[in-house]
């Protein structure tokens, strides 16, 4: 970054208070930044996360609800009685397995297949297997792609929002961590400036003496001259303070609270020369509402409310399904050697109506007033996502107007300065006059690095409202990779 200083800036001399310089300087550069923000912060290791958590959920629901479901099941018993003074004694066992088929028009069907074995003392054991096949399908409640898919359909809805939140994240905390770096920029520019600030006003403090010396001056002059050096090393303790203060918040922006202690930064990126985006209003807002997360998770709740209220709607049918199946038994009569098997074959159709209607039209109200509330939240987050894209854009444009102000401030106050000194070093000038000139190039100095400042933030509010945030920072392969990671467990 160039920030124009005072015309004394060509000083050589060093005040007591310099900056230490026996550190060797870490380089340090925004890929790093990025890099390290993505990795090693905790608000995108629970996004990423989440996605991967989300995506194994879909993944799983996908492949197992209209999958088939294969159960097994086993049983023995043992027991005795007494009759007529006489005890008996006697034993079963059962094993059954189960294929249970869902489809997406919500029929079942199942397979079956059960053995049995029934065992008395003294008696041939008693052999039993039975096989089936049945189907059912409901034509009312619980019918339809709508209702047999909406575990599914929430599960879609949660992954989209997981996916999107992430995005949003990683922007989120890169902007921070840029801001913060440029924080830290601008903190070692300051103390640049209060090190010139304080070899002006020791120049002065010699000057000054000179001048009392040669009778040139009154000696009143050297305490507001004192004054002055005083003022300019404490601007430099302050300044140095301000600069620990700023790489301890890139530090934790980047997720590492102590990841510059002892160190000594040398900040290697400036953005001075960065371009403004050439977009205009529509556009903008155009490709806001495309980015924004937060309208996509307002969409989806209206999907999800539309789909509560669906199922609601669905609940309120009567329950009409329509079954067959078919049953094979077989096995041996006890005291002989044959075996006796039959077949039995079914069709029905089952009708099911509560009287109760209130709690099921209560549900339905809900679900129809909170459709209702969704749509308004979606409305309102429309019009928040164009206002801001607006006023994002209009805060770049204010912010460069008022660098250029600050940047011709601090001209006019480098000239005052340059004329005040020439002025004190004739003897034609009052110390007071000076200490305002250095004290309007200070002010003229920190103005200039707010407004740099500000005109940077507004470059990335403006990336993140359009969603070219991280393509611009180099940072969309890591989006990508984790994206890819996530559609890997969908598709494992």
């Given at each position: 970054?160039?920030?124009?200083?005072?015309?004394?800036?060509?000083?050589?001399?060093?005040?007591?208070?310099?900056?230490?310089?026996?550190?060797?300087?870490?380089?340090?550069?925004?890929a790093?930044?990025?890099?390290?923000?993505?990795?090693?912060?905790?608000?995108?290791?629970?996004?990423?996360?989440?996605?991967?958590?989300?995506?194994?959920?879909?993944?799983?629901?996908?492949?197992?609800?209209?999958?088939?479901?294969?159960?097994?099941?086993?049983?023995?018993?043992?027991?005795?009685?007494?009759?007529?003074?006489?005890?008996?004694?006697?034993?079963?066992?059962?094993?059954?397995?189960?294929?249970?088929?869902?489809?997406?028009?919500?029929?079942?069907?199942?397979l079956?297949?059960?053995?049995?074995?029934?065992a008395?003392?003294?008696?041939?054991?008693?052999?039993?297997?039975?096989?089936?096949?049945?189907?059912?399908?409901?034509?009312?409640?619980?019918?339809?792609?709508?209702?047999?898919?909406?575990?599914?359909?929430?599960?879609?809805?949660?992954?989209?929002?997981?996916?999107?939140?992430?995005?949003?994240?990683?922007?989120?905390?890169?902007?921070?961590?840029?801001?913060?770096?440029?924080?830290?920029q601008?903190?070692?520019?300051?103390?640049?400036?209060?090190?010139v600030?304080?070899d002006?006003?020791?120049?002065?403090?010699e000057?000054?003496?000179?001048?009392?010396?040669?009778?040139?001056?009154?000696?009143?002059?050297?305490l507001?001259?004192?004054?002055?050096?005083?003022?300019?090393?404490?601007?430099?303790?302050?300044a140095?303070?301000?600069?620990?203060?700023?790489?301890?918040?890139?530090?934790?922006?980047?997720?590492?609270?102590?990841?510059f202690d002892?160190?000594?930064?040398?900040?290697?990126d400036?953005?001075?020369?960065?371009?403004?985006?050439?977009?205009?209003?529509?556009?903008?807002?155009?490709?806001?509402?495309?980015?924004?997360?937060?309208?996509?998770?307002?969409?989806?709740?209206?999907?999800?409310?539309?789909?509560?209220?669906?199922?609601?709607n669905?609940?309120?049918?009567?329950?009409?399904?329509?079954?067959?199946?078919?049953?094979?038994?077989?096995g041996?009569?006890?005291?002989?050697?044959?075996?006796?098997?039959?077949?039995?074959?079914?069709?029905?159709?089952s009708?099911?109506?509560?009287?109760?209607?209130?709690?099921?039209?209560?549900?339905?109200?809900?679900?129809?007033?909170?459709?209702e509330?969704?749509?308004?939240?979606?409305?309102?987050a429309?019009?928040?996502?164009?206002?801001?894209?607006?006023?994002?854009?209009?805060?770049?444009?204010?912010?460069?107007?008022?660098?250029?102000?600050?940047?011709?401030?601090?001209?006019?106050?480098n000239?005052?300065?340059?004329?005040?000194?020439?002025?004190q070093?004739?003897?034609?000038?009052?110390?007071?006059?000076?200490?305002?000139?250095?004290?309007?190039?200070?002010?003229?100095?920190?103005?200039?690095?707010?407004?740099?400042?500000?005109?940077?933030?507004?470059?990335?509010?403006?990336?993140?409202?359009?969603?070219?945030l991280?393509?611009?920072?180099?940072?969309?392969?890591?989006?990508?990779?984790?994206?890819?990671?996530?559609?890997?467990?969908?598709?494992?």
């Amino acid at each position: 970054m160039t920030t124009a200083l005072s015309a004394a800036s060509v000083l050589s001399s060093e005040g007591p208070d310099a900056l230490e310089t026996s550190i060797r300087p870490k380089p340090l550069g925004t890929a790093e930044v990025v890099q390290t923000t993505f990795t090693d912060n905790l608000a995108m290791r629970t996004a990423v996360s989440n996605l991967l958590l989300q995506a194994q959920r879909l993944g799983r629901v996908a492949r197992a609800e209209f999958s088939p479901k294969l159960s097994t099941s086993a049983s023995t018993q043992r027991s005795s009685s007494i009759a007529s003074g006489a005890s008996q004694l006697s034993a079963q066992a059962q094993a059954a397995l189960d294929l249970n088929w869902r489809l997406r028009s919500g029929a079942n069907i199942k397979l079956s297949n059960s053995l049995g074995r029934n065992a008395q003392p003294g008696q041939q054991a008693n052999n039993t297997q039975q096989i089936g096949i049945s189907i059912s399908q409901p034509l009312l409640k619980g019918a339809g792609r709508v209702v047999t898919e909406a575990s599914l359909t929430g599960a879609e809805s949660a992954y989209r929002v997981a996916a999107k939140t992430l995005g949003q994240t990683a922007q989120t905390l890169l902007a921070q961590a840029l801001n913060a770096y440029i924080a830290v920029q601008q903190a070692q520019e300051a103390t640049k400036q209060a090190q010139v600030a304080f070899d002006l006003a020791q120049r002065v403090y010699e000057l000054n003496t000179a001048l009392v010396s040669a009778g040139r001056s009154p000696r009143n002059v050297l305490l507001q001259s004192e004054s002055d050096v005083a003022a300019a090393r404490l601007g430099i303790a302050q300044a140095q303070n301000a600069q620990r203060q700023a790489v301890r918040s890139l530090a934790q922006a980047m997720g590492r609270s102590n990841l510059f202690d002892g160190v000594e930064l040398l900040l290697t990126d400036s953005f001075e020369h960065d371009n403004d985006p050439a977009t205009d209003e529509t556009t903008l807002i155009g490709q806001a509402l495309q980015a924004s997360t937060e309208l996509l998770a307002a969409r989806e709740a209206v999907a999800q409310a539309e789909l509560a209220l669906a199922l609601a709607n669905n609940g309120l049918l009567p329950s009409l399904a329509v079954s067959a199946g078919s049953t094979i038994a077989s096995g041996n009569t006890p005291g002989t050697a044959g075996v006796a098997s039959n077949r039995n074959n079914s069709i029905g159709l089952s009708l099911e109506y509560s009287f109760d209607r209130a709690p099921l039209q209560i549900e339905k109200n809900t679900a129809q007033l909170n459709l209702e509330t969704a749509r308004a939240q979606l409305q309102e987050a429309e019009q928040r996502v164009r206002d801001g894209a607006i006023d994002a854009l209009r805060n770049l444009s204010f912010a460069r107007a008022q660098q250029g102000l600050a940047r011709n401030a601090l001209a006019l106050a480098n000239r005052q300065l340059d004329a005040e000194v020439t002025r004190q070093s004739l003897g034609r000038s009052g110390q007071l006059e000076l200490t305002n000139a250095q004290q309007s190039l200070a002010a003229a100095n920190r103005q200039l690095l707010d407004t740099a400042r500000q005109v940077f933030r507004a470059r990335n509010d403006l990336a993140q409202i359009d969603g070219t945030l991280l393509q611009k920072w180099g940072a969309q392969s890591l989006l990508d990779s984790w994206l890819a990671q996530a559609q890997q467990e969908l598709n494992p």
